[in-house]
């Protein structure tokens, strides 16, 4: 069984950074791609980053390249590093993975990466709160 845990969250001023960390356990890094999610309260669970198994990552645009995702093999761990913070980024952010899924005669197709109901395994989430 694949377990995700999240750490590195915490409380911070606007125009602060903070380091996400995302460790798997229970299984092998083929559980790539990884995923960012993050909820604020009364809003839907929205898509930040996600990297691929050949590195191959992906951003919601509107964050101006203040957000970077990145691996550690060896420590099976995916880094959310973010930076510039603002009050707007308070939130729970989630770490999820996994988006094989059966596909057309017997076979194994991955998901869309910015859709959360397409990931199988997801972390208890991290609160980020940033401060003005």
């Known amino acids: ?5 999240e750490s590195g969250g915490g409380l911070v001023q606007a125009g602060g950074s ?6 798997t356990s229970g299984g092998t890094f083929t ?9 604020a309260p009364g809003k839907e669970r929205e898509f930040v980053a ?10 919601l ?16 761990t ?9 009050p707007e980024d308070t939130a729970i952010y989630y770490c999820a993975a996994d988006i094989r899924k059966p596909g057309p005669g017997g076979t194994i197709v991955g998901g869309n990466v910015y859709l959360p109901s397409d990931y199988n395994y997801w972390g208890q989430g991290t609160q980020v709160t940033v401060s003005s």
């Open 61 to 76: 645009h509107s964050h101006g390249g203040r957000f970077t995702i990145s691996t550690d093999d060896a420590k099976m």
């Open 50 to 59: 996600a990297i691929t198994t050949d590195g191959t990552t992906y951003y």
């Open 1 to 5: 069984q694949v377990q995700l845990l």
């Open 31 to 39: 559980t790539l791609p990884v995923g960012w999610f993050r909820q």
């Open 18 to 23: 903070l380091r996400l960390a995302c460790t």
């Open 78 to 86: 995916v880094y959310l590093q973010m930076n510039s913070l603002t």
